[in-house]
């Protein structure tokens, strides 16, 4: 969605609100669709004595896996969205402002950035999820397994020091 500012680019105290659905549906990230509903976008931009700052958030529910049981979550999403916005830049440089087009910002562009830029590296369906077993696959959150670890070649002369008798050698007097 592209949004007109012209009328308030030069008329310092006055806003624009906006609010719409932005589909993200068919961003795919590591190898899932997480924004397979719509995304609720609201906020204002306003001219602060002659600067335009855009406030807005974008809030939607993803629906996603554990990335340790894979059961399925449904997860809140929210992100705040604070920028300013130029007709033209002094420092070429500058990532923090976003440059107006014939007066026209380009909200799609704003939002679909930061959403992706805010998604968790990780999702859990809890802090203490023990995840699967890697050798049956058995949800380690219902109860061991019964699976019998496997010991690492390089430990086993260590393993068998601790297999002997706790109690030492027979002595004899």
């Given at each position: ?75 809140a999403f929210s992100v705040p969205v604070t920028t300013l916005l130029a007709e033209e830049l002094e420092d070429e440089e500058s990532d923090e402002i976003v ?75």
């Amino acid at each position: 969605m592209r949004l007109d500012l012209r009328d308030i680019i030069h008329t310092p105290g006055a806003s624009r609100d906006f609010a719409y659905e932005l589909d993200l549906s068919q961003v795919e990230l590591f190898g899932e669709k997480p924004f397979d509903r719509p995304i609720q976008v609201s906020g204002t931009v306003r001219n602060m004595a002659g600067a335009l700052e855009l406030e807005g958030a974008a809030e939607t529910t993803l629906d996603t896996r554990c990335d340790r049981c894979l059961k399925p979550l449904t997860e809140a999403f929210s992100v705040p969205v604070t920028t300013l916005l130029a007709e033209e830049l002094e420092d070429e440089e500058s990532d923090e402002i976003v440059l107006l087009e014939h007066g026209e910002v380009d909200l799609d562009e704003v939002f679909s950035t930061a959403c992706i830029l805010s998604l968790d590296g990780k999702h859990l369906c809890g802090e203490d999820c023990k995840g699967l077993c890697p050798t049956c696959g058995a949800d380690l959150n219902d109860g061991p397994c019964g699976c019998k670890k496997e010991l690492d070649p390089r430990f086993a002369v260590l393993a068998k020091l601790l297999d002997k008798d706790p109690e030492g050698p027979d002595e004899e007097t």
